[in-house]
């Protein structure tokens, strides 16, 4: 965009419009509202947290160390795993081999080296969770 004003020419940028995004329920942005689609698709809980009863209450610290247990030994497992061979059972009836490298964070992918599929051998890939019914190593 060029502008003048009398003897002087000035070159502007084309403005560009920024799209800000609300902040989360904690200080540091990084919660999700717990009744948005995205909480309850992610982090469905057998307790509903619009209704708070008495049993809730009493259930609630059950419920969040059988969570805490479970997590734990599934976080151990991915680390006892890491550079074994891994056979992946996935949808119709598909196993594939590789080598486990590791996981993100959201646990919603897997990087594995040396994939041996029916239709050939790939160096590295991401394996998406969705896509694997259950997976087993030799320990």
Do not use: W
């Amino acid at each position: 965009m060029l502008i003048t004003g009398g003897n002087k020419r000035l070159n502007m940028a084309t403005p560009v419009s920024v799209l800000r995004l609300p902040k989360g329920p904690d200080p540091n942005s990084r919660g999700f509202d717990p009744k948005s689609p995205r909480f309850i698709a992610l982090c469905r809980t057998s307790i509903p947290t619009s209704a708070v009863s008495e049993a809730d209450v009493e259930q609630l610290p059950k419920e969040q160390h059988a969570r805490s247990v479970l997590r734990e030994s599934f976080l151990r497992c991915l680390l006892s795993v890491t550079n074994k061979k891994v056979q992946f059972h996935m949808y119709e009836r598909v196993k594939v081999e590789a080598t486990f490298g590791a996981s993100d964070i959201d646990v919603m992918n897997f990087q594995v080296s040396d994939l041996h599929t029916p239709i050939g051998v790939q160096k590295e890939a991401l394996i998406r969770c969705q896509d694997v019914i259950s997976f087993s190593f030799d320990a």
